[in-house]
């Protein structure tokens, strides 16, 4: 492996696509530290050190930033605007036929959509901002255990300028990552989610290790490194349905005639449906969160409801309700993403045939139906594995300091298999053995 590695480096194309990558990783990270304006850097760092609890209403925006959520930096929204705008335009295909028309058109297509997630970003990005500076400026961003005043300036102009520079980060982020795809190694918005999530494990591991013990510590690393073999086998099995192509002449040339399959993933979804049924839950809280006691100092019931059994990850109720959601997005997100219709179409076009299947309608037909078999399975692991951090609590009293849970382990298996596939592929392009055997 640490041979790979060198052999990756003395490779002058590769060695100076790891540095660019790199490189932009490190302004990335850089930019989390860099508070906004009119926020008390000394302030947020005692509130930070007063309470442990990231977990609830900010939690999936605080993963995905690296902690730079409640460092209220310039980089405090991170790329969770962007992968919010992608998943919609994905889901407004199904609405609109536009966006569908788009898809099809190729890359041209392909770039309108593109500039269409761009301008999205940036109003997510506004929309986002506005609410993480008014939760701020009320003292509700770290709970009761911070009475310290955060802000240094709350006028209109100084939120307006906040709101400004945060949104900028978003945009500047957004760049980032398109300039990493491009120039880099891997897909550049997953690579920089990846450093975020990975950025927490030192700090969530040593943190287990103080205020517990080291058995607890080497508790969780075991049971780190089960969940991270048992993603990595689930990411990687996918059902093989063959395909063969009819043999067809084309004047004196002969086309067809070969073999290939389908591939359908067990978890064809990813990690997509975890945000989603996460996003859903943080909606009564957030709603929850600007309903204040009245003058009398009475909650309505609702908030008090929702205060206890939706902002609460221990609960049985919020474990079955994000279980639920997790496996009905599951099923949600891979039909509008996998089109059996549409692949038997493209089968049939091409003189292509499932071998036993007739072509057309039994083909859509039994594709609808492998589908529907493999996404119970990969629907069920989802919600098991989004359940692990919730359930370490009770295990190992690690609670959110659980770092080898749900959308974190997720996403690094996934983008670390990717990145070292595209690796592997530079390196064996110049007759070299990969960076894993």
């Not at 990756?8 to 990558?21: E, M, Q, S, Y």
Request: with cysteine; charged share 10%.
């Amino acid at each position: 492996m640490f041979s790979a590695v060198i052999r990756a480096f003395r490779t002058p194309d590769l060695r100076n696509k790891l540095l660019f990558t790199l490189f932009i990783v490190a302004i990335f990270r850089l930019g989390s530290f860099i508070p906004a304006p009119f926020v008390n850097y000394g302030n947020v760092q005692k509130c930070l050190a007063a309470t442990q609890n990231t977990s609830g209403l900010y939690e999936l925006v605080n993963l995905f930033s690296g902690g730079a959520l409640l460092q209220l930096s310039v980089f405090a929204l991170g790329i969770m605007p962007y992968i919010t705008a992608s998943i919609i335009t994905q889901l407004l295909r199904v609405v609109i036929p536009r966006f569908e028309t788009l898809y099809k058109e190729g890359q041209a297509g392909q770039a309108t959509l593109t500039q269409y997630t761009r301008y999205l970003t940036i109003a997510l990005g506004v929309l986002q901002s506005t609410t993480l500076i008014a939760v701020a400026r009320q003292g509700a961003l770290f709970g009761a255990s911070c009475v310290s005043q955060i802000l240094t300036d709350t006028s209109p102009l100084a939120i307006a300028l906040m709101v400004i520079t945060m949104t900028a980060g978003t945009g500047l982020i957004m760049w980032l990552g398109e300039l990493l795809t491009e120039r880099g190694v891997g897909n550049g918005m997953s690579l920089l989610i990846f450093t975020s999530i990975a950025a927490k494990f030192p700090a969530s591991l040593i943190s287990i290790a103080e205020t517990k013990s080291i058995e607890t510590l080497l508790v969780v690393i075991g049971i780190g490194v089960l969940i991270v073999g048992l993603v990595i086998l689930v990411e990687q099995s996918q059902r093989r349905i063959p395909v063969q192509y009819a043999k067809r002449v084309v004047g004196r040339r002969e086309y067809g005639g070969q073999s290939t399959y389908i591939p359908i993933k067990v978890n064809m979804a990813g990690v997509v449906p975890v945000i989603f049924a996460s996003s859903l839950l943080y909606l009564p809280a957030l709603i929850a969160q600007f309903n204040q006691p009245d003058k009398n100092g009475k909650v309505q019931a609702w908030v008090t409801w929702v205060s206890n059994y939706l902002t609460k990850g221990d609960h049985p109720l919020y474990m079955i309700l994000y279980f639920l959601l997790i496996v009905g997005f599951t099923y949600f997100y891979v039909a509008i993403t996998f089109n059996p219709e549409e692949v038997s179409d493209n089968m049939k076009n091409y003189g292509g045939f499932i071998p036993g299947i007739r072509a057309g309608r039994p083909t859509t037909e039994f594709l609808e139906y492998v589908l529907s078999r493999i996404t119970f399975p990969g629907a069920l692991y989802l919600g098991a594995i989004a359940l692990i951090p919730l359930v370490a609590f009770s295990l190992v009293g690690a609670n959110q300091n659980f770092p080898f849970g749900g959308t974190s382990i997720l996403i690094i298996v996934g983008v670390g298999l990717e990145t070292v596939k595209q690796i592997n592929a530079q390196m064996q392009q110049r007759n070299y053995e990969g960076l894993l055997k």
